[in-house]
């Protein structure tokens, strides 16, 4: 057992502690340990009750993960582990810190009793790496909480905190936090005095029945579409309802495991992991010192910056606004007010916070009141002159170790170091707008920037609750450097002929909640023909007052409640456009060209943008397309996807596409080489 398990017995009752960091996943290793500690105790005459309990930062925090790639699952299987918990002939308590999830919380399940401290969280998030619950949860979750309860809490895969828990009848009592073992051992010394039948969840009646499924089903309708597992969960919890217990456990397994070896939760476990390395640099160790960052400056209080300003403020850290006239500071201020009031009117703040967070904002007209900052976030005009120059005051104004970032999405990060005699305290901070929502932040790391300035940026990142992942200077970064494939082919099949509302089908029937052409109305026409020379689709709509969303009409028209029907005069301006530009009409494409034509361009510059050192890694790509363009999580991001098509078929599709579409389709070496190899692009 090496040192996973110590049991100890303190009076008559029998301590079995599990200590495997980080998390005690149940590893094949932890599921014997366990085993093997109620075994023990059991086994001793002076035990009359056990307390389970965790070391480290929380109870199980599930199955480990990682183990489902290597099927079928090692003995001790959960059906062992479940069983060994349920049939002690002694009381099991669970005593549960930190968050008991997954088979952790369907492990608590199958004690007899459950106690928690006041700060832990208990919930079955299987959903989101697209299983369910498959050592007993949907069986034993419905009988203590109620079906429609507990349908609920696992389609949402969302915990509930000790208190609601307990509401719910999930745990019998709150305890202290800090002194859980001494709580349990009390409550195991109380089960002890009472000498009352062990009460096992099998045993109970599942309240509600049928009917309760529909409304929570009706309420978590959109979850279902691309995934497979909520369906599966619905099958499993009606089967709590419709079967005996025994019956509904073997249901529930075969259900698991049609789950657990689709394309869908390998890529859900796919993006966990990935989600997880984006934040490692291979260069940038432990040693590498991390800077404080207290007080922060941004630049620009338009929707950018205001964004980017709200992420400090959530996160406690004081911003210094700077904008070059009083009402342009007026309005950046009021906005991001707006935004709060908005969030406590819903009752998910108190206006106290709000007024709180407002105050930890210093306004001011003039660069010089950022003299003492730790870190500036610049968010003003995408042009380069303006960026070098502020960032050349900057360099004369700014304390002499205080990171310097540029939120530019396409502009040479170097050359804007350039203006400054410190290009190693320049990196680029790339943010998504919403910059206050969208859960993105690419770190761009220029040709001198320091590695303690990366390290810096990639924790502080954690800080304010994004995820960071670390890109190269080119244009576009990452994210809008492979998704800009997707922008300008839609455009150009929009040129051709091809119906918008077939473009855009194809990409929500990928998994798109939003297809590529609603995608430009929505960011704005405006904003998206910014800095293009010459005449162009765009530049036309934009001139006919055409702007998108925000005016009503774009390449759609948009009703009240953004409704979006076709018009006649977007039509015209599309072929007017098609016309002078002498684009061939092609109006009969396949969906299946169409899905070629816009997703293989996408997956070869994630490959291109190994190859040139852009992005570390292709999980990275896989992170920043979905949480930067909501890439749909089912398919595993572009280059897990690109596996699941095949380097040797996309390859072909590129050859194919390359002489009729041009330099965009041309593969990368590297996608040759993997199609001559055989290896796998997500492993890149
Ligand atoms: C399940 O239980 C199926 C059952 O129904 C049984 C069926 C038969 N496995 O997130 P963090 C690693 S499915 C393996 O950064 P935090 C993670 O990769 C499971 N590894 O920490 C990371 O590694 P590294 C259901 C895991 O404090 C390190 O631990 N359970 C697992 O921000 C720290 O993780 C879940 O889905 C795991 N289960 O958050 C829970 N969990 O340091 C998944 C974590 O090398 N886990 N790791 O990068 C979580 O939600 C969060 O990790 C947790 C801690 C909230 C626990």
Known sequence: MGDVLTTRVVGNVGIVEIDSPPVNALSTDVRSAVIEGLRIHNADDAVAAIVLLCAGRTFFAGADIAEFDNLP?????????????????KPVVAAIHGTALGGGLELALSCNYRVAVSSAKLG?????????????????????????????????????????????????????????????LAFAQD???????????????VAGGLDDLEAVKATHKRQFKGFKAPGHI???????????????????????????????SEAQRHVFFAQRLTAKVPDIGKDVPILPIRKVGVIGAGTMGGGITMNFLQAGIPVTLVEMKQEAIDRGIATIRKNYERTAAKGRMTTDQVEQLMGLITPALSLDALADVDLVVEAVFEEISIKKDIFGKLDAICRDGAILASNTSFLDLNDIASATKRPEWVVGLHFFSPANVMPLLEVVRGAHTSKEVIGTVMKLAGTIKKTPVLAGVCHGFIANRIMEHLIVQSQQMALEGVPLRTIDKVMNDYG????????????????????????????????AGRRGQKTGK????????????????????????????????????????????????????????????????????????????????????????????????LLAGLQELEPRYGPAFKPSALLEKLAADGGEIAKL
């Open 554 to 649: 774009g390449f759609y028209d948009y009703d009240a409640d953004r409704k979006a029907t076709l018009s006649d005069e977007a039509a015209k301006i599309i072929t007017d456009f098609a016309a002078y530009a002498g684009i061939k009409s092609d109006p009969d494409q396949s969906d299946e060209a169409i899905l070629k034509r816009l997703l293989y361009p996408v997956v070869n510059e994630g490959t291109k943008c190994i190859e040139e050192g852009i992005a570390l890694r292709a999980s990275d790509i896989d992170v920043a397309a979905i949480l930067g363009y909501n890439w749909p999580v089912f398919t595993g991001g572009p280059m897990f996807w690109g596996d699941t098509i095949g380097a040797k078929v």
């Open 234 to 264: 619905v099958q499993a919890v009606e089967a709590a309802i419709t079967l005996p217990f025994d019956e509904g456990l073997r249901r529930e397994k075969d259900l698991f495991g049609e789950l657990l070896v689709s394309r869908e």
């Open 191 to 205: 089960v002890i005095a009472q000498g009352a039948p062990l009460p096992k969840v099998r045993d109970k009646a």
């Open 124 to 184: 079955l998030p299987e959903v989101n790496l697209g299983i369910l619950p498959g050592a007993g949860g949907t069986q034993r979750l419905p009988r203590l909480v109620g079906a429609g309860v507990a349908l609920d809490m696992i389609l949402t895969g969302k915990p509930v905190g000790a208190a609601k828990a307990a509401e719910m009848g999930l745990i019998d009592q709150v305890v202290e936090d800090g002194k859980l073992e001494e709580a349990a």
């Open 512 to 543: 798109f909640a939003m297809g590529p052409i609603a995608m430009l109305d929505l960011i704005g026409l405006d904003v998206l023909v910014h800095g293009a020379e010459g005449r162009t689709l765009m530049g036309d709509f934009v001139e």
């Open 73 to 89: 699952i090692r003995q001790p299987d959960f059906d062992a582990l479940m069983a060994a918990a349920e049939s002690s002939a």
